[in-house]
T-cell receptor, first 114, second 110 residues
């Protein structure tokens, strides 16, 4: 298994600002994923972050709005830019261990945009 | 297109009664199906996966390819089973991506 931590656990931000969320894993992993869980909705994959290459974004998500960094095999950041109230959500990172498609999830970051 | 459907948003069951959480999927290839669970104030975690054919916390789920279903069952509900349950589908050989259903909140009544 993998132990994943996220910072911050929650934040309240003003419209137009940005928030960067950090995800730290206790072991080296190839694939890291960022999800959004809007109120009352399921998890939606934002992007897949591979170390050493550009993140791969899902339909409806763009790099300008959700820039991602993956500097090494244990860490990733997701920035939510130019915030609007519609970005209020829980953001989760997850990892898949090599050779296994089970995903392990972080505790999530609850973002509220005023 | 790949899709996971959980028709019930909320399911209330009396303690000791059987539980069945429904999940149907749409996928043209060979799917791998999972059930994830999120207990109150805990993170999302894997409950079971169809390929393992195991029973976890008394829960089982059988993949029915004919009906494209992967319903989660437990013969006797316990209060600690109250949680949010998500059915999920993995694209085989597609970079470990997973699609989640909208989830079903299971509420066990005393």
């Amino acid at each position: 298994s993998a132990v994943i931590s996220q910072k911050p656990s929650r934040d309240i931000c003003q419209r137009g600002t940005s928030l960067t969320i950090q995800c730290q894993v206790d072991s080296q992993v190839t694939m890291m994923f960022w999800y959004r869980q809007q109120p009352g909705q399921s998890l939606t994959l934002i992007a897949t972050a591979n170390q050493g290459s550009e993140a791969t974004y899902e339909s409806g998500f763009v790099i300008d709005k959700f820039p991602i960094s993956r500097p090494n095999l244990t860490f990733s950041t997701l920035t939510v830019s130019n915030l609007s109230p519609e970005d209020s959500s829980i953001y989760l990172c997850s990892v898949a261990l090599a050779g296994r498609d089970t995903q392990y999830f972080g505790p999530g970051t609850r973002l509220t945009v005023l | 297109a790949q899709r996971v459907t959980q028709p019930e948003k909320l399911l209330s069951v009396f303690k000791g009664a059987p539980v069945e959480l429904k999940c149907n999927y749409s996928y043209s290839g060979s799917p791998e199906l999972f059930w994830y669970v999120q207990y109150s104030r805990q993170r999302l975690q894997l409950l079971l996966r169809h390929i393992s054919r195991e029973s976890i916390k008394g829960f089982t789920a059988d993949l029915n390819k004919g009906e494209t279903s992967f319903h989660l069952k437990k013969p006797f509900a316990q209060e600690e089973d109250s949680a949010m349950y998500y059915c999920a589908l993995s694209y085989m050989n597609r970079d470990d991506k997973i699609i989640f259903g909208k989830g079903t909140r299971l509420h066990i009544l005393p």
